[in-house]
């Protein structure tokens, strides 16, 4: 069979198999079909739900404003597609092109997209994981339990980890009036994210709003009575903080466990794969046949050094999952790269936060617009010489501008007067990112390195 | 044909009823210098970049001297009141547009404009019922023109009583901004500027009426609040409300007319939406596109030199985004001079674009929302008595000045 006439025979009635059913899973699937795929399609996810959207379930679900049950996703299109939901993929047999399920049940593909996400790091220390009252928050069974808890008023709540998961429940905790203390291992809130300048700002905004932010400090431990109900936490400094209620926000951990062994380039930074999301073997060989899009892909960029990038963003998820879904269907000719510029959003204290580019790449930062102290302003951060990120706290509409800066490499420090600068946006100071090597659980961009089977930043949970 | 010539030919009142094939001459030289100091930007990208670049001002102090006197016939507004919002940059400008989305929007009062529906609609029936028996009107006139004042003394509330003086100052304001060639120009600023003067003092005193007794309008709650931004001084408040009025205004006027022009001249579109008033959510956003009320922003300037489509704009020179030819641009819009309510991705540039993207869009598209879907509805098998109809002078604020249709009677 020729090479077209072999990509005529898949588009036509070959078999697609998408593990994980979520965002990147749907809009891949649904791209499939657009494009004109006529095949079998599968889609496994080990919720039993149909795919639903998660930024809302740290900020209208916590607050009681939406249900969980109230956040499916909206579907584009009729997918006719095998819904496997409720069961978890256990295992990847590239050979034989095969993906093995919980249930014992196989499932044969001829063209695999591996859109497995994260899960939330757990607290490290499993008999005290377990108490009641301690919660993690990724999944829509999580918000609902959460919010719950939330609704019967504990006396407080203990935030654990101020990256933007921790810090977007601490924000609806305020929100509902119920006291609420923060421990943060860095310097101050989002500092893995967006730096120590940024992260001063953050804490002021949280301290405003009545938040006990309590930075540079470690959970050693949670308490509970004997029926197992959390009634206390234990930190560095030799304090204790009586509280019913532990929000475990740590950051997330990539669902590559089930491929361990499948000779693919997965590992705890996610699995490796190239521009056109094509997964890459433990050799740093591409595959033909194994695609990866969403969280749990690390992939070059050309606007960064062609570092691998793993991005914990929804739009990126999206995009990824387009190109995928359009390079798992088409000629290598017809193949697109995926070159979004990363980029996030986040609601948290009243203020609109939204980032493009990869700050945590920054080595100085200046505040281009506004002022950091009215907490309404545009900072850019700059990486050997030219744009490499911007920043806005509720001044999101310029940032298309600055976007276009970074695309364009324009040299940083900015040279150029614009509206609203202020003195303090005279000068670029340092960024103040901790060491990279240090664990931290902040930031929702990594640059992971240069080789696409290089895991050298691995995470450590915190000593108790 | 000099490309000099072409800008004033789109400024010259005989292409005001069709200037789109001129817009297309013009994307030919997607940034076009006119003279030494102005710039004119015609394609949808180029637009879109500056009206989210920071280097751009809305504030004419930073205008090069030489740049200050444009082609445009501005009529200087001798007016003693600061700059409202629109004309001011950043922090001033986000200041007094944050205090006065206040009580206009979300995410304070997110149910403003909806709550209005039952009071918009209300108005809409009573201008058809005021049809009377007549089977010929003048949509502007009876119609379009009317509508929009109504709704912002409603919003502003301005007592029910003093509506029709406030009529008559908006209408001589704006007769202002539309200036008849026959007219002496000294008479009419007289008459434009003394309007203004009794606007103003009629605000002034519902200003300390609502001090003192505050309702549940926009007016009384931009008078009382005094939040982290502070409160409005007496001017602020003045130079607010006042843009409220007229910018409010105009635009809507143009978009309802346009709309119903556009309808007449697409039966078919015309027919659907009466069957079907969802429609006319599409509807809108395509005649925002396709005929928008701003044709063009002519009051932006360089605060540096800016490189663009390998043009350098110098600093302090006067830049217009000719939001309409960008709206046309093929590169963003296939087939762009199809009106096509079925158009997918309609990101168009109607309601401009950044931080002074129109403030009342929401309150604007819910009124012609209504307006077009009660005339589509109502109306027996109305028609256009002339086409082209006549165009107000103004290129800028562009629509016609009498819509004249017959109709072969309404229904309740």
């Known amino acids: 069979m020729s090479g077209d006439g072999a990509l005529a025979w898949l588009r036509r009635e070959g078999r697609i198999v998408i593990v994980g059913a979520s965002l990147a899973g749907l809009r891949a699937a649904e791209t499939l079909r657009k494009e004109g795929f006529t095949g079998s399609l599968t889609l496994i996810g080990d919720e039993p739900h149909e795919p639903y959207d998660r930024p809302p379930l740290s900020k209208q679900v916590l607050l009681g404003h939406a249900t969980a049950d109230r956040t499916a996703l909206p579907r584009r299109l009729a997918l006719d597609a095998h819904w496997r939901l409720g069961v978890a993929a256990t295992g990847l047999d590239m050979a034989a092109k095969r993906v093995r399920l919980a249930d014992g049940d196989e499932v044969e593909y001829d063209r695999l997209l591996i859109a497995t996400g994260v899960h939330a790091r757990p607290w490290p220390h499993k008999s005290e994981a377990e108490l009641d009252g301690v919660f993690v928050l990724r999944t829509r069974d999580d918000a609902a339990r959460l919010q719950r808890r939330l609704a019967a008023s504990p006396r407080r709540v203990l935030v654990i980890g101020a990256g933007f998961t921790g810090s977007e429940i601490a924000s609806a905790c305020r929100e509902r009036g119920l006291p609420v203390t923060v421990a943060e291992r860095g310097a101050a809130p989002l500092v893995g994210a967006l730096g120590g300048v940024i992260g001063r700002a953050a804490a002021d905004l949280q301290r405003e709003h009545g938040v006990d932010l309590r930075c540079g400090i470690m959970v050693t431990a949670l308490e509970g009575d004997a029926p197992g109900r959390l009634r206390r936490a234990h930190l560095s400094d030799g304090t204790t903080i009586d509280t019913d209620v532990a929000v475990v926000s740590l950051g997330a951990t990539r669902n590559t466990e089930w491929l361990a062994g499948s000779g693919l380039g997965a590992g705890p930074r996610g699995i490796a794969c190239d521009a056109g999301c094509r997964a890459f073997d433990v050799r740093g060989i591409v595959t033909d046949d194994v695609f990866v899009a969403g969280d749990v892909a690390r992939s070059p960029h050309a606007l960064f050094g062609y570092q691998f990038l793993s991005l914990e963003h929804w739009g990126n998820a999206v995009a990824q999952a387009e190109t995928a879904a359009h390079n798992m269907i088409s000629s290598s000719s017809e193949r697109r790269p995926h070159l979004w510029v990363p980029a996030f959003w986040s609601a948290q204290f009243g203020v609109n936060i939204k980032s493009v580019g990869v700050p945590s790449l920054g080595e100085e930062v200046i505040v281009a617009q506004g002022s950091l102290s009215d907490r309404r302003f545009t900072c850019v951060y700059g990486y050997q010489g030219r744009v490499i990120a911007a920043v806005a706290f509720d001044q999101t509409k310029w940032l298309e501008f600055y976007q276009r800066q970074i695309e364009s490499a324009a040299p940083f420090p900015p040279d150029y007067p614009s509206v609203d600068r202020r003195p303090e946006g005279l000068r670029p100071v340092p960024a103040e990112f901790p060491d990279p090597s240090l664990p931290t659980h902040g930031p929702s961009v990594t640059v992971s390195g240069y080789s696409p089977t290089d895991q050298r930043i691995t995470f450590v949970p915190a000593h108790a | ?412």
């Open chain 2, 1 to 412: 044909m000099t490309q000099a010539t072409l800008l004033r030919q789109i400024i010259d009142y005989s292409s005001r009823a069709d200037p789109y094939p001129l817009y297309a001459e013009l994307r030919k030289t997607p940034v076009l210098q006119e003279g030494d100091d102005l710039f004119v930007v015609s394609t949808y990208w180029e637009i879109k970049s500056l009206l989210h670049d920071p280097r751009i001002s809305s504030d004419a102090r930073n205008l090069s001297p030489s740049a200050a006197g444009t082609l445009l016939q501005e009529e200087e507004e001798a007016s003693a009141l600061p700059p409202a919002f629109l004309r001011l940059d950043p922090p001033e400008h986000d200041r007094l547009r944050r205090m006065t989305m206040r009580p206009f929007g979300p995410p304070e009062t997110p149910r403003r404009v909806h709550n209005m529906r039952g009071e918009l609609a209300r108005i809409v029936s009573g201008l058809i019922d005021g049809f009377g028996d007549r089977n010929r009107i003048d949509v502007v006139d009876d119609f379009s023109y009317p509508f929009p004042v109504t709704v912002i003394c409603r919003l502003l509330g301005v007592p029910r009583e003093d509506e029709a003086l406030f009529h008559s100052w908006a209408d001589t304001i704006a007769a202002g901004l539309d200036p008849d060639p026959g007219q002496d120009p000294g008479e009419r600023r007289r008459v434009t500027q003394q309007a203004r003067t009794e606007l103003g003092k009629y605000l002034s005193g519902l200003i300390d009426e609502r001090s003192g007794a505050p309702g549940d309008d926009m007016l009384s709650a931009l008078v009382t609040q005094h939040g982290e931004d502070g409160q409005m001084t007496r001017m602020e408040l003045l130079s607010t409300a006042s843009l409220l009025l007229i910018a409010g205004h105009e635009t809507t006027v143009n978009l309802i007319t346009n709309g119903m022009l556009t309808l007449l001249r697409n039966p078919d579109v015309l027919e659907r939406l009466r069957g079907d008033p969802g429609l006319a959510l599409p509807i809108v956003e395509e005649l925002l596109r396709f005929e928008p009320p701003v044709q063009l922003l002519p009051q932006r300037t360089t605060l540096a030199d800016i490189d663009i489509n390998g043009v350098t704009i110098p600093k302090g020179a006067s830049v217009w985004l000719v939001l309409a030819s960008g709206n046309r641009d093929p590169q963003r819009f296939p087939d762009p001079d199809r009106f096509d309510p079925d158009r997918k991705d309609n990101q168009h540039l109607g309601f401009g674009s950044g931080i002074h993207n129109c403030f009342g869009a929401p309150l604007a598209r819910l009124e012609a929302q209504l307006a077009l879907t009660e005339l589509a509805r109502r109306l027996n098998s109305p028609r256009l008595v002339e086409d082209p109809p006549p165009y107000r002078q103004n290129a800028v604020l562009r629509g016609p000045r009498h819509l004249n249709i017959t109709f072969d009677g309404f229904h309740a």
